[in-house]
């Protein structure tokens, strides 16, 4: 297979508008707060609260270290900004500086299960900052400083460090020079030269450029052989406005621009500004030379332009939208991970170096299938791909693992762990392999954008969801609507409307092959010609399942309008199950540690037992396309015959129906949930064939599917995906009627990118 190449341009797109839409929507902000434990009867409060509450205080007060037992202590972080060194930005102060914060914590839930909370500290004075954040020891199992500028933010680490018994971390700092480092390593062996050899330029002068000199120097950079500039030029011996700390890395040398300073130079590390990086500089760099531009959001230089003058340089940038995204986020998460899991009292350097390494050598390796698919590309090493992608299922485990065991080796871990290989486990457990399928089916589209067909143009939440699908680059909504479709996305903040494909039966030039193509399928069902007329020019949902049928687009949204049994109707007047198929309903119930699709939940009233197996095989299907192993149990209320009753008989053929057809998932039934779900009610039955709680749900009928999959929604406290629609010869989905536009674009996204067939 050839390698794709990701093309040069930006590939995630959005406007501003999307951007605080993004934000705003629904509960404002980016995080909340989940109770871990049950609330629910005044029991559950007595214990929660007072009372029962004063027993873990007073055991606290004996042994400070059980606060890890009974507290969320262990496994939350805070990130701690006062907003002086937002991103590229500039010093915009700490109420700006939230968003990112939370951003922060979001990434750390996002990324390795970290629980995190952002505090913005409305201060400049180094005293007070530091004060009011050793405060906060006990609250915290780790404290993660953020866009913090230079040179104040090395006195607040350093001193936090003295006085707190936690890690302490200034990301910028720390985080940006293990990525670089792991960058480095890779970039230098790709172009064959040795580290002591290279010669680098630092661009930025402040947190992140400083840190990262002092790594890459650590590892074997000569100290002649790198020159930092800053917005004046280059940092030299003697100047005068420059810090202690700039000085311990100012030249000997006589250059004093940026643009001289990069004459023959093999490495350029920027860490300053946007745009601070022009393409008559790079011009002058050695051969192959390696460009790191990571200011954000915006670089120093833009690849392309970099590629323009130099194409045999290895460009790197902190946007996940280019190929090799050298960003802290690649660290920060599995290093408190690691950090947290043995109790480390801090991040030391043994600690840095073992992540700089773990980062860089699972760049070298075979990448796995569901990253490659993310990206569009056979990822091999190379110089397209010097680092692993943030999402790279594998980081959190290895990077994770070698910062746990530094904090071992090097003294610093007070509860170090045992069992390496169980600790792994966990690791990998601790990730939701759903999550990492729903970004990889959103990556997948893409790469792979399709057409999808909105059928219902005129809503607004579909015009949301069109606009959220076509700004997010995932394909080309294609909208059925009257022409008042385009003031209403200008309403909506679209500049250019006019980009928009919509489909209006009044003056559609497709309208005549549209009503042969149904009056061909449908003529000899009742319906005369002049029906499909009516049915092409009133409903929508006729109208679009035939644009469908014509090859216009590759998948069909609709369910906003009209009931999903009613809209079910329609399609299925124009759209036949796929051959030999019997279509069914599935709700997916995310959590954060589990997954479980539900289905039939919405199509067959009754299912036979053949119905149930071929259900069965086609939800196993649905879930190993999700990344997940699939278990299935076919529900009850009754338990291998306890009770006796009269309706068992389908579910318990349906498991005979599988055994002679021989496949290749584990399934058990009849059971009940409880026995289904709960480990130790299934070990009351020894003889069960399930090594493991079932993921993947079968139910007896509709009545008790629909029923559950709706009590769980409205009830429930995790998400939901669905119903989704298997089974269809072309992808149709029907979402419900209450449907937020982001529950549209994941259906659209799942539709095109197949894993509902
Ligand atoms: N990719 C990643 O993972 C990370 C990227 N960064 C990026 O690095 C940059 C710096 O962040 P941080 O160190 O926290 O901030 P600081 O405020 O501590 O440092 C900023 C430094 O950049 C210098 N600078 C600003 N503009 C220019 C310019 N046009 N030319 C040369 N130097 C310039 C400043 O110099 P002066 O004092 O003269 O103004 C200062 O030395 C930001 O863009 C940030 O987004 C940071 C951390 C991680
Ligand atoms: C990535 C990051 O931390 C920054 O740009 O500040
Ligand atoms: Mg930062």
Known sequence: MTDQRIPDEPSVQFSEREALLFHSEGRPGKIEIIASKPMATQRDLALAYSPGVAVPVEAIARDPATAYDYTAKGNLVAVISNGTAILGLGNLGALASKPVMEGKAVLFKRFADVDSIDIELKTEDVNRFIDAVELMEPSF???????????????????????????????????????????????????????????????????????????IKALGVRHDNVVMCDRDGVIYQGREDINQWQSA?????????????????????????AGALKGDMVI?????????????????????????????????????????QVNNVLGFPFIFRGALDVRARAINDEMKIAA????????????????????????????????????????MEVVSTAVAKAAMDSGVATKPIVDMDAYRATLRARLNPTTAVLTLAYEGARAHPKRVIFAEGEEEVVLRAAIQFKEGGYGTPVLIGRDDVYDRLRALGVDNPEEYEVHNS?????????????????QRRGFLRRDMERLINQDRNTF?????????????????????????????????????RTPFGMHILVGQSHTVFIADTTVNERPSPEELADIAIHSAEVARRMGHDPRVAFLSYSTFGNPEGRFLENVRNAVHVLDERGVNFEYE???????????????????????????????????????SAKLL????????????????????????????????????????GGITR
């Open 141 to 215: 199992g780790g404290i993660n400083l953020e866009d913090i500028k230079a040179p104040e933010c090395f006195i607040i680490e350093q001193t936090l460090r003295e006085r707190m018994n936690i890690p302490v971390f200034h990301d910028d700092q720390h985080g940006t020079a293990i990525i670089v480092a792991a960058g480095l390593i890779n970039a230098l062996l790709l172009t064959g030269r040795t580290i002591d050899q290279v010669k680098v330029v630092v661009n930025g002068a402040g947190a992140a450029a400083i840190a990262c000199t002092e790594l």
């Open 669 to 707: 039934g009849e059971m009940a949930p409880d026995v289904a779900l709960n480990p130790k009610q299934l070990k009351n039955y020894p003889f069960a064939r399930l090594s493991g709680p079932a993921n993947v749900l079968i139910m007896p009928g509709l009545q008790s599917a629909n029923i």
């Open 506 to 522: 009044r003056h559609s030039p497709l309208v005549p092959r549209m009503v042969d193509f149904l009056y061909e399928r449908l």
């Open 284 to 324: 002058d760099m050695a051969p192959a030379p390696i460009i790191f531009a990571m200011a954000n959001p915006t670089p120093e230089i833009l690849p392309e332009e970099a590629k323009t003058v130099r194409p045999d340089a290895i460009v790197a940038t902190g946007r996940s939208d280019y190929p090799n």
């Open 544 to 580: 679009g399942a035939v644009l469908l049928q014509l090859g216009v687009g590759d998948a069909m949204i609709t369910g906003i309008t009209r009931t999903w049994a009613h809209s079910m109707r329609e399609v299925k007047r124009v759209v036949d199950p796929a051959p030999g």
């Open 713 to 752: 929604r409205e009830l429930g406290g995790d998400d939901m995906i669905g119903p989704i629609l298997v089974g269809m010869e072309k992808p149709v989905q029907i979402a419900p009627m209450t449907s937020t536009a982001s529950e549209l674009v994941t259906l659209a996204v799942l539709a095109a």
């Open 249 to 273: 890395h100012a030249t000997a040398s006589g250059v004093r621009s940026l643009k001289e300073a990069l004459v023959g130079a093999d490495v350029f590390l920027g860490l300053s500004a």
């Open 356 to 395: 700089a390494n773990a980062i860089a050598e699972l760049a070298r390796e075979r990448v796995p299938e569901e990253v490659a698919v993310a990206y569009g590309v056979r990822h091999h090493f190379g110089p397209e791909y010097i680092i692993p992608a943030p999402f790279d299922p594998r980081l």
